[in-house]
């Protein structure tokens, strides 16, 4: 193998399509405390096993890879990352590498109340939050039995150890969505979260399927519009999303729409699951396993031109309005 060359690291990770990876969304764990119908089927077991999981060493040594190639934002995300043993530790890891300068966190906040002080410490200090309805009863319904109020305390601790931005997802859903927006989005209001919508992806499992629940963003928008001048945000995010200020407000609101118009074009990302597969498109199956080579002592070279070689195949979009029914993975598995 030759020898790669990393030595103006800037933009290292160029793909075919003029895309530069800046961003990598880093699994800690496919478990998760809640079961969300569009994200992981009721009464799923077929957890990768313990002896698979990359270790705090092996995911920090990828990471360290990734930071000398260019990339310097990352997330940590899971299934439920707070689920993970000791994850304030691996953030104190991941935060002190050369080259990353953003280390951010996606949880449910369950268990956030009890973790955020440590994992501020670690130097985590973007978090966003799932919440996809304030009503209890459904939010149980939604995510399999879980409990409203230990995200909201979860949030409420966040906000107090100084977390900022504190962005919360709402994933679009018809039968929920329009009874639910409104309260959310002035609980966002009142507490200075940025509110983003986010369309439903044909990622769950058959039968109560997410796809079933696809319903557009432009409808929210739509309905939004009624009671709310929006003005073009000043947010960019550095993601997918679209932002607009209310009117007479700070207070912004971001669209997500990998669906009705997907945003492949600007992709400047690729995924590690926890058990060391690269994904380079969330909608597709283009990969590249780590882990072998990893356990097999791979020189940083050798990992650092593997990872090159495999931005070299990353796929140019994918395809989930003109194949819904082709669930490639579960987004647990993937790292969501
Ligand atoms: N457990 C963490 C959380 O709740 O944020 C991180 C992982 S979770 C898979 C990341 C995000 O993916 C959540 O905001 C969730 O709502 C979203 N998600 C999962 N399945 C989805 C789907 N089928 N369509 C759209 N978003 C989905």
Not at 226 to 243: D, E, F, Q, V, W
Request: with cysteine; aromatic share 8%; charged share 25%.
């Amino acid at each position: 193998m030759t020898t790669p060359d990393t030595s103006h690291h800037r933009n290292a990770l160029v793909d075919p399509f003029g895309r530069t990876i800046e961003y990598l969304r880093l699994s800690v764990t496919d478990k998760c405390n809640l079961r969300c119908f569009y994200c992981l089927p009721k009464g799923f077991k077929d957890f990768e096993t313990p002896a698979n999981w990359l270790t705090f060493d092996e995911i920090e040594r990828v990471a360290a890879a990734f930071g000398e190639l260019g990339v310097h934002r990352i997330r940590l995300t899971g299934g439920e990352p707070l689920v993970r043993k000791d994850l304030p530790d691996l953030a104190r890891r991941i935060s002190n590498l050369p080259g990353i300068d953003d280390l951010s966190l996606s949880t449910n906040a369950t268990l956030l109340e009890q973790q955020a002080e440590a994992l501020y410490a670690g130097g985590i200090r973007r978090i966003n939050v799932s919440l996809d309805t304030m009503n209890a009863e459904q939010f149980s319904d939604i995510t399999g039995g879980g409990r409203l109020d230990e995200v909201l305390r979860g949030l409420d601790k966040a906000r107090q150890v100084g977390f900022s931005p504190i962005k919360i997802n709402m994933v679009v859903m018809k039968d929920t969505c329009l009874d639910d927006y409104q309260r959310i989005l002035e609980y966002c209001m009142q507490n200075n979260f940025t509110l983003r919508f986010i369309e439903t992806m044909p990622m769950g499992a058959p039968g109560r399927d997410a796809s079933d629940q696809y319903m557009s963003i432009e409808v929210v928008r739509e309905s939004l519009e009624k009671s709310y001048n929006l003005l073009p945000g000043l947010m960019t995010g550095g993601g997918p999303a679209r932002y607009y200020r209310i009117d007479g407000s700070d207070f912004e609101v971001g669209f997500i729409t990998p669906i009705s118009q997907h945003f492949c074009e600007s992709c400047n990302r690729v995924r590690l699951s926890v058990d060391g597969t690269i994904y380079l498109c969330l909608g597709q199956d283009d990969k590249l396993e780590l882990r072998p080579l990893l356990r097999d002592g791979i020189s940083d070279d050798g990992l650092k031109q593997a990872i090159i070689d495999a931005i070299a195949r990353k796929p140019e979009r994918h395809e989930f309005k003109d194949k819904p029914s082709q669930v490639v993975r579960l987004m647990s598995m993937t790292g969501g």
